[in-house]
């Protein structure tokens, strides 16, 4: 599975947009990107994944670029229980046994 | 549907000690995952089994066994219980076309 890079904190206004990057230079072409989050030290949770395209749901956005080397979170309107780590991972989307694997993610603390 | 459950959700051991974290999944999923997790750091991988009958070394195996009881459990054993082993423990599943499910930890401490 490739690498990721990803800030180790951010913070964001509460009902601004939060903009999480992740770099992943290495990204292979099967290979997907997966957001997952986790709050306050409770099993981590899933957000969004996707290959290429810009994908949407009814939690977040996720922006990858056209070389796919980099993405983005965005959750639109942050609220103070956004408040987590999230977590950047790039695997291929091949068979149940790959490992999965997880950074240190970036503390994001969102403030009044 | 519970999802993911993990038993038990606390627990104190004692240097040496040995205990099983049971986990089990009601989702059907091929795969399952233990994690644990130290104080401020990343989740990391001890085992994993792709399979009923098959398991793998993750990141950090030494000083755990696991067994794939069935498709639904999947234990972690710690034969001779140390304090570095004081985490939070994590069991998933997941399945090639789905996203990962996590349990809610086992909170371990070893003194």
């Known amino acids: 599975d490739a690498k990721t890079t990803q800030p180790t904190s951010m913070d964001c206004a509460e009902g601004r947009a939060a903009n999480l990057p992740c770099n992943h230079s290495?990204?292979?072409?099967?290979?997907?990107v997966y957001w997952y989050r986790q709050i306050h030290s409770q099993g981590p949770q899933y957000i969004i994944h996707?290959?290429?395209n810009n994908e949407t749901n009814e939690m977040a956005s996720l922006i990858i670029t056209e070389d796919r080397k980099s993405s983005t979170l965005i959750l639109p309107h942050a609220t103070l229980r956004d408040t987590a780590v999230y977590y950047c991972i790039v695997r291929a989307f091949t068979g149940g046994g790959n490992k999965l694997t997880f950074g240190t993610g970036t503390q994001l603390k969102v403030e009044l | 549907n519970a999802g993911v459950t993990q038993t038990p959700k606390f627990q104190v051991l004692k240097t040496g000690q040995s205990m099983t974290l049971q986990c089990a999944q009601d989702m059907n999923h091929n795969s399952m995952y233990w994690y644990r997790q130290d104080p401020g750091m990343g989740l990391r991988l001890i085992y994993y089994?792709?399979?009923?009958?098959?398991?793998d070394k993750g990141e950090v195996p030494n000083g755990y066994n696991v067994s794939r009881l069935n498709k639904r459990e999947f234990s972690l054993r710690l034969e001779s219980a140390a304090p570095s082993q004081t985490s939070v423990y994590f069991c998933?599943?997941?399945?090639?076309?789905?996203?990962?499910?996590f349990g809610q930890g086992t909170r371990l401490t070893v003194v």
């Open positions: 996707g290959l290429k």
């Open positions: 089994s792709a399979s009923e009958g098959t398991t």
């Open positions: 998933a599943c997941r399945d090639p076309l789905t996203e990962a499910f």
């Open positions: 290495t990204i292979s072409g099967n290979e997907y």
